[in-house]
């Protein structure tokens, strides 16, 4: 069987990859409420106000698929989760602190907004 070659063209760009991971309404704010420390659902339902659970949970599947968050369920009853930031996911904060100082900058050169 012979490999296609693959061209520059079909290539992922690591520029697109990392902005479509964290697309979505509540991917920042749960890296933003996550980098306090280890959270379960119910305190993400908390602090981020009025996400639906359906959608947070998908939300949290998808940053977890990904490598940004680690998922450790107790075995216990009632079942119990917690999620934590991966080290690349804690590399990915430092980007949003960067990010927010640079919103900073840009809101204060368009004081119209």
Not at 53 to 76: A, C, D, H, Y
């Amino acid at each position: 069987m012979k490999t296609k070659e693959v061209t520059i063209e079909e290539k992922i760009c690591p520029l697109e990859f990392a902005v479509n991971a964290v697309s979505g309404k509540w991917k920042i704010p749960i890296v933003w409420q996550i980098n306090e420390g280890k959270k379960r659902p119910s305190e993400f339902l908390k602090g981020i106000g009025k996400v639906d659970r359906r959608v947070l949970n998908q939300q949290l599947k998808e940053m977890e698929q990904i490598g940004i968050l680690t998922k450790f369920s107790f075995p216990e009853l009632p079942p119990r989760v917690e999620y934590s930031l991966t080290p690349i996911g804690e590399e990915l904060v430092k980007v949003l602190w960067q990010l927010n100082d640079w919103g900073k900058l840009l809101l204060e050169k368009n004081e119209n907004f």
